[in-house]
């Protein structure tokens, strides 16, 4: 997993008056906790853009006060109407103590239902998963390449080192789907089989 530096300047008041000045001036109020203090910063908007604006997931080194904390981020806050970024919450990364993350999902191989004329669906783009920040994969490799029409991949199915994935067992990740022509092409397959003269 990828690192990025954030760089941060602490906060000397976290009062509702001194945030709204703070964003009023392009800055971003976060929190790190986690650790054995909490530590109220602002960071550059503009900062956030590697972090927040991609699908990719990474571990962010905040410094602040020339300290620097590992961190990963939990909570991004986006403004109701125009969707700017106004909060950002940071968990401290702890030796020996795990950590929950979205992890993206990603498909390896061509199934053999979307081969067929199926539609192929991913119905969760990202898991929840659970363990030591150095065990967090970057993305969670499902291999689809067996995969027929009508079939999915529940969470229950897939197979992760070191790693707990939290979602419900039974829920479907992703699944091939017939398509308008593959059920054409069956119905006008089994129109055929009727007509056709039965063998003596």
Partial sequence: MRVIKLSGSQRANVGRANAT????SGMVPCVIYGGKEQIHFSAEEKSFKNIIYTPDVCQID??????TYRTILQEAQYHRLTDKLIHADFLEVQEGKPVIMNIPVKTVGTSAGVRAGGKLTIKLRTLKVKGMASNLPDTIDINIEKLE?????AVGEI????IEILNPKNISVVSVNTTRAVAQAEQAAAKDDKKAPAKK
Avoid: F, H
């Fill in 21 to 24: 000045e703070l964003r009023n």
């Fill in 159 to 162: 197979v992760t080192d070191g």
């Fill in 149 to 153: 029409i009508g079939k999915s991949i």
């Fill in 62 to 67: 905040v410094e602040v006060n020339g300290k």
